[in-house]
C-alpha cells in the first residue's frame, strides 16, 4: 500500500541525529515488546510481513507520531485481535478471560538466551530464474492496495540486476496468510541516481533494493 | 520542550501499563513464556550488538581467505567462525574501496543485521535517515560529519527484502602489525552501517 512507511526520498523530515551513548532500550517496556514480538514470530502466530503490513495500516499520523517500538505495540495488538489469539477486552483487563488457542510452538529460555536467530526465507524452486547478472530490467508501476517491498521511489524505473539473491518467500502473499509463501527470485537491483531524482542529482550515487521477479520486466 | 517532556513521560508510564497487559494476556493463554523474554532482553543488552561485526571486519582485514569467503557468502563465513557469532541466513558484505562507499538503509521499516550489529539506533529507524538516505547520502554523510571525494562512488543498499547488509570498511593507515583485537576497536557500529568510518589508530 502507499503508505507513510514508504519514506524513500520524502522531504522535511530533518537531520539524521544521533543520540550519544545510546541505550539498547529506553525504557523496560519496549525490551518486552522486542521480546514478545520475536515469541509470537518464533509460535508462528504470525510473520514478519504481518507484523509490517500491521504497522503500514496504522493511521499515518499514528505511524509518524509514535516511538518506534510504540508502533510495534500497536500492530501487536492489531494482530493478536485480528488473528483471534486474544479479545480485545482481555487486553483491556490485562487478563486472559477465555483458552487460548494453539500454537505450533513456543520459545524457550534456552533458544532465547542466543537471541532467537532468524530463520531462512530461501525456498527451493525447479523454476529458472527469469533474469541473470547484468540484465536491465524496469520496475513495474503497481499499486497493491495490501502489503509490498517495492518502494514507489523505484516504480517506473530501469535499473540493472547486480546480485541474485535465491528464491525466497514472496512477501506480499505471505503477508496474507501465513501458509502461502509462494517464492519468487530474488534480486539485487541497482539504480543510478539520476534514473531516479532526475539530472540535477548527484551522478556519483547509485541506489540498489533487493526486488522480487513480479516487480520486475525486461527493459 | 516542557510539554513535550511531560508527554513523553506520561507516554511511558501509559505503555508500561499497556505493555504489562498485553504480556500478561499472552502468558495467561500459553502463547509465550516470561522468562523466555527476559532471555531475549538480556543477549540484546549484553550479547549481541556491534562488537560482533566488528570481530568479523577486524579479521577479514587481516586474514585474506577470510576476507574473500565473507564477501562471497557472508552468512556461511560468518557462521564459520563458530558459537559466539550467530547470524541469520542471508547476509551480504559490502566493501568500500577508495573508490567506492556503500551505505545500508531500510527505506519501507528499518531492517537492520541484528544478529552482527545488535538492535539498530533511534537514528537508523527514524524518518529523517529512510527518507534521506537514497536521495542525499552525501548530505546524511554530512550529518554524521564525514565527507568523501566528489567522485567517490556511493552504492546505497536498500534493505527492502530479508537480505541483510554489512558494509566493510577499509583499514585505516597505521594499523600495520596490530593484532585482529587492538584492530576490532577501531570498528564502530556506524562505518559498518556506512556512516561512518573506521577510527585512526591512537585516536578515542
Redesign the interface.
Known sequence: MDGV???????G???????PN?P??????E??????Q???GY?G?WN?DMS?FA?ERLPPAVY?GV??Y?RW?LA??AN?VGRG??SAD???????LR???T?KR?????????????????RATNRPARFKLGDRVRARNIHPQTHT???R?VRGHVGEVV?I?GC??F?DAVALALDNEDPQW?Y?V?FAGRE??GPD??P?????????EPYLDPA | MAHDHDEHGS??SE??L?????????T??????P???????????T???PHNGARVVAKAWIDPDFKHRLLADGTAAVRSLGHDN?????L?VVENTPRRHNMV?C????CYP??IL??P???Y??????????????G?LA??GVTLP??????????????RYLVLPMRPSGTEGMSEDELAKLVSR?CMIG?GLPKAPGAH
Open positions: 512507511h514508504d519514506m524513500g526520498g520524502m522531504d523530515f530533518g537531520k539524521v541525529v544521533a543520540e545510546e539498547v532500550f529506553h525504557a523496560p517496556w525490551g518486552r515488546v522486542l521480546a514478545m520475536r515469541a509470537m509460535a502466530a514478519t509490517r504497522q509518524l516511538s518506534y510504540k505495540a501487536m495488538e493478536v489469539l486474544a482481555e487486553i483491556a483487563t490485562g487478563h486472559a483458552p487460548g488457542k500454537l513456543k520459545l524457550s529460555p534456552e533458544l532465547a538466551a542466543v537471541g532467537a536467530p532468524r530463520g531462512s526465507f530461501a517491498r517495492l518502494p521511489y546480485l539473491h525466497h518467500v512477501p530474488l539485487a541497482r531516479l531524482w542529482a548527484d556519483s550515487v547509485k541506489v540498489s533494493v533487493d526486488a522480487f | 507516554e511511558l505503555m508500561q499497556r505493555v504489562r497487559a498485553l504480556e500478561t494476556v499472552l495467561e493463554k500459553g502463547y509465550i513464556d522468562a523466555a523474554l527476559d532471555a531475549v532482553v538480556e543477549a540484546y543488552e550479547k549481541i550488538g550467530r547470524v541469520g541466513d542471508h551480504n538503509v527505506t519501507l521499516c528499518s541484528w544478529e545488535g538492535l539506533p533511534v537514528w529507524k527514524s524518518a529523517p535517515y529512510r527518507s534521506r538516505a537514497v536521495k542525499d547520502p552525501r546524511v550529518d554524521f566528489a567522485d567517490t562512488e556511493i552504492l546505497v543498499w536498500d534493505s527492502t527484502a530479508e537480505t556506524d556512516t
